[in-house]
């Protein structure tokens, strides 16, 4: 049992609040996942820059000189602006593939959570609220999110278990249920060479629809895929870049809920992740349908 949110927003003149209704959103969905916690926020470009959101055990020392060492093994200019475990590493877009790899050489130890060029992902070990304070959530803005409470089944708890998990630039995906064909997936995916870093079921589904897009699909069909390739028991809630999107499996045991507005789309594990969402009084609430693919674009 896990609990999942995801906003996206219509009206600009509610970015400002995106991390504010999501925090309240992620905390409403304690009971269902107190193990860890996660938050992926879609930011404005940064001059068109990429980003690499990464994490460290041992932070107050790991980003000491991080971004000039970076910045020497790219030859491009590298800022760094810290949160708590994480920070986040921003360069030339084109830069961050190389970036990546020589994050390994400099410190092989220091996590990558998220790449793209707008998106970052914070997510660590503990109780949705503490996590959220961690990273001060709630004073971030953006376009839409997602968030993940988990209860670990599938793999230990930790924080590269924790969701959401980030396989392809700016495209992230969190999960409630269970894959059953994750571990024969997984080992095609990599001959494929997506990149897959944990054991978790989730993240296979993450690296599937990565692989699917790479391929040229859209969202929308990458997702129509996964009902006929993925085996389990799944709700799906996907961003991307521009995109938000919504799936459940054939036989839909996983509750969701959804909400649209003129100025947002919500969703939510239970209606009472909604609740406190402005303008939710006289919003289309409805429950996904099994087997049906949902998705908006800016």
């Not at 009902?227 to 521009?242: A, H, N, S």
């Amino acid at each position: 049992m896990c609990g999942i949110v995801g906003l996206f927003l219509k009206d600009k003149s509610l970015e400002s609040e995106l991390g504010n209704m999501l925090t309240d959103m992620l905390i409403t969905m304690t009971d269902r996942g107190p193990d860890s916690a996660g938050i992926a926020i879609y930011s404005e470009d940064s001059e068109a820059n990429g980003k690499l959101t990464i994490q460290s055990d041992a932070a107050d020392t790991a980003y000491d000189g991080l971004a000039d060492a970076m910045s020497a093994a790219i030859s491009a200019p590298v800022s760094l602006r810290r949160k708590d475990t994480h920070a986040v590493l921003e360069m030339p877009a084109e830069k961050v593939v190389e970036a990546r790899a020589a994050l390994r050489e400099i410190d092989s130890s220091i996590r990558v959570m998220s790449t793209g060029e707008i998106l970052e992902i914070y997510k660590e070990v503990g109780l949705p609220k503490d996590v959220a304070a961690r990273f001060e959530v709630a004073k971030m803005g953006g376009s839409h999110g997602i968030g993940h409470t988990r209860m670990a089944t599938e793999s230990a708890v930790t924080t590269m278990g924790a969701h959401p998990f980030n396989t392809g630039a700016d495209q992230c995906l969190v999960h409630n249920g269970s894959l059953s064909n994750h571990n024969s997936l997984r080992r095609k995916l990599r001959r494929e060479g997506v990149h897959i870093e944990t054991e978790n079921d989730s993240e296979v589904a993450a690296a599937y629809l990565t692989w699917k897009m790479q391929n040229g699909a859209t969202l929308g069909e990458a997702l129509e895929s996964s009902l006929d390739d993925l085996d389990g028991f799944f709700t799906f809630v996907v961003g991307t870049k521009d995109g938000f999107g919504v799936v459940r499996d054939p036989i839909a045991c996983k509750p969701a809920v959804m909400a649209e507005t003129d100025q947002y789309v919500a969703f939510g594990s239970e209606y009472r992740a909604l609740v406190n969402l402005p303008g939710i009084a006289d919003a289309r609430v409805w429950e996904p349908e099994p087997a049906t693919v949902y998705f908006w674009n800016h």
